[in-house]
């Protein structure tokens, strides 16, 4: 059975970023340093390819080790690196967790294959190109080698992959989902229904990341770490608990959001 979830107006996407924020500033070299390990076990295969399939199998138990610190600041807790390993040792979410790694990488093959298929030419061209031709001259064979069109279908399914993927994951592991197949209907689901607040969320990521262009990207090592937590955040306000309880003068019943002070959720 799919969990249930809340449907948000579109300020709330800022609420969201301010949670973040807010979790962030508590422990920010932390999250910094967090965020600076997950980039380095991406860039492993760039080092070491024989290392590639580890580092993407190792993607979603860093992505919910940062989850779980989370979780731990907002019960007062103290956290550090390490604890951004804990969905290693977590035994019986861990292997959910492989398994959705699997469908993820299945899904980047399936892009890869699609961005091989409309971007051929300009692949040919790179592959083609001579160190004595000029700069400008591959630059345009390359945008005359790509249409819109295709940069447009190319956007629309890496964005489909994010959406499938990015509530699957805490589904998987903090909701007990084990249906890998339902988690992502379940995340495609959530996106539709509350794209007014994801929305802005997403606009006000962009944007900040747009700022932080003529900083040499520097401030994404704040930015990103804070679009983890407040993601996060957005998942607890979503799939807070909703649970029915009966009048006591008739027979109706009435939806009551249970209060998640005692678990350090975040409450929307």
């Known amino acids: 059975m799919s969990s249930e979830f809340r449907v948000f107006k579109a300020a709330m996407g800022i609420q969201w970023l301010k949670a973040g924020w807010s979790i962030f500033k508590t422990q920010p070299m932390t999250f910094v340093f967090m965020y600076i390990f997950?980039?380095?076990?991406?860039?492993?295969?760039?080092?070491?390819?024989?290392l590639q399939l580890l580092a993407a199998f190792a993607s979603p138990f860093l992505t919910a080790g940062m989850y779980m610190a989370v979780l731990s600041k907002q019960q007062g807790k103290t956290i550090?690196?390490?604890?951004?390993?804990?969905?290693?040792?977590?035994?019986g979410r861990r292997l959910h967790l492989f398994r959705l790694g699997l469908y993820q990488m299945g899904a980047i093959i399936l892009l890869t294959l699609l961005a091989d298929f409309l971007f051929a030419d300009a692949f040919a061209i790179m592959q083609e190109a001579s160190s004595t031709q000029q700069p400008d001259e591959l630059i345009n064979a390359l945008l005359a080698?790509?249409?819109?069109?295709?940069?447009?279908?190319?956007?629309?399914?890496?964005?489909?992959?994010?959406?499938?993927?990015?509530?699957?994951l805490p589904l998987v592991f903090f909701k007990g989902e084990t249906r890998i197949f339902t988690a992502i209907k379940q995340s495609l689901k959530v996106f539709h229904k509350n794209?007014?607040?994801?929305?802005?969320?997403?606009?006000?990521?962009?944007?900040?990341?747009?700022?932080?262009?003529?900083?040499?990207m520097i401030p994404l090592?704040?930015?990103?770490?804070i679009?983890?937590?407040?993601?996060?955040?957005?998942?607890?306000a979503i799939f807070m608990p909703v649970v029915k309880v009966q009048s006591e003068h008739d027979e109706s019943t009435e939806t009551v959001q249970q209060d998640g002070n005692d678990t350090g959720r975040f409450d929307a």
């Open 38 to 50: 997950i980039i380095i076990v991406a860039l492993v295969p760039l080092v070491a390819p024989l």
């Open 80 to 91: 550090s690196l390490a604890d951004i390993l804990a969905p290693f040792s977590a035994k």
């Open 145 to 168: 080698s790509i249409s819109m069109s295709d940069i447009m279908v190319f956007a629309i399914a890496h964005c489909f992959n994010l959406m499938a993927f990015a509530y699957a």
């Open 195 to 216: 794209m007014a607040p994801l929305g802005v969320y997403g606009l006000a990521i962009a944007l900040l990341i747009l700022a932080s262009m003529p900083l040499s």
């Open 221 to 225: 090592l704040v930015i990103i770490p």
């Open 227 to 236: 679009s983890y937590i407040s993601f996060f955040v957005s998942f607890q």
